[in-house]
């Protein structure tokens, strides 16, 4: 934890600095903008993102930062990537609105890159942005976007090697290659000489060294370890990871999603407990 009355004042600062933006809200957009630039400089910014990302308020978060989307700042720019992409992810975002936000993160995250590639953050969300966009671009440009996507991952792995969620997504890289429907691996050899691929044990060294990492770090880490060992046909090894995952403290919808399908897993192949 380092200096415990830094942490403090650390954690003091940032409740402080969320204050600060919950008082900007009551005043006029324009206002909020100007006053914000003015008042706050750009690790104020950052710091006021952080807490609400942190504290889930995805909404006001989208709120704070695409004041910014003009902004410089690649470090504002690929959280604004991030809290775009998180609200098309929300509910409520269907239809034109949700693709509306999948471009406007792709964007912002082009940008963030255009200003450093030493952000290894910037890189991440870059792949991940495109990775959305796929879905609204037919098969082929998915296909082809896959070679991008695992680029920009790589080096976002190479940049910060601690960063447990970019080897966890380089696994879902592999693993998505290794499963790939025969149709798909069919249009993907007629439409490219060298079609991307992978292997199941390629994606289980990734999803090993993301819990070597950060241990318990993700549920959906534990739940793609056993299920690529299930698919490794090492059932005794599937059931340690599946049996985690089903036993992960549910904080999320997300979390509770993997817990269900570990538990139907186990019970396929007759695990109960």
């Not at 914000?36 to 104020?44: L, M, N, Q």
């Not at 910014?68 to 470090?75: F, P, V």
């Not at 059932?235 to 997300?254: C, G, N, Q, S, V």
Request: glycine fraction near 6%; aromatic fraction near 12%; proline fraction near 3%.
């Amino acid at each position: 934890m380092g200096n415990p009355g830094t942490f403090k004042r650390s954690l003091m600062f940032s409740a402080l600095s969320y204050l600060g933006f919950e008082t900007y809200q009551l005043l006029s957009p324009a206002s909020v903008v100007h006053a914000a630039a003015k008042v706050f400089g750009s690790e104020e910014i950052l710091q006021q993102a952080d807490y609400l990302y942190e504290s889930g308020e995805t909404e006001k978060l989208y709120q704070l930062l695409v004041r910014y989307k003009d902004s410089e700042d690649a470090e504002l720019l690929w959280r604004l990537a991030r809290a775009s992409r998180d609200l098309a992810q929300l509910r409520g975002a269907a239809g034109e609105e949700r693709r509306a936000l999948v471009y406007e993160a792709l964007e912002c995250a082009r940008r963030a890159l255009e200003r450093t590639q030493a952000s290894s953050a910037a890189h991440k969300w870059y792949a991940i942005c495109i990775s959305d966009v796929g879905d609204y671009e037919g098969i082929k440009a998915k296909i082809a976007n896959a070679y991008v996507i695992k680029e920009h991952f790589e080096k976002a792995i190479e940049l910060n090697p601690k960063d447990a969620t970019s080897i966890h997504l380089m696994g879902i890289w592999c693993y998505t290659f290794a499963e790939m429907p025969w149709y798909q691996r069919r249009i993907a050899n007629m439409l490219f000489a060298a079609p991307p691929s992978s292997t199941y044990e390629e994606a289980l060294g990734y999803f090993q060294r993301a819990e070597q990492v950060d241990p318990n770090f993700y549920s959906k880490n534990l739940l793609l370890l056993g299920k690529t060992y299930l698919k490794l046909q090492n059932k005794k090894l599937a059931a340690l990871w599946l049996l985690k995952a089903k036993d992960y403290p549910a904080r999320t919808e997300e979390d509770k999603q993997v817990q269900t399908e570990a538990a139907q897993l186990l019970a396929g192949f007759g695990v109960k407990d």
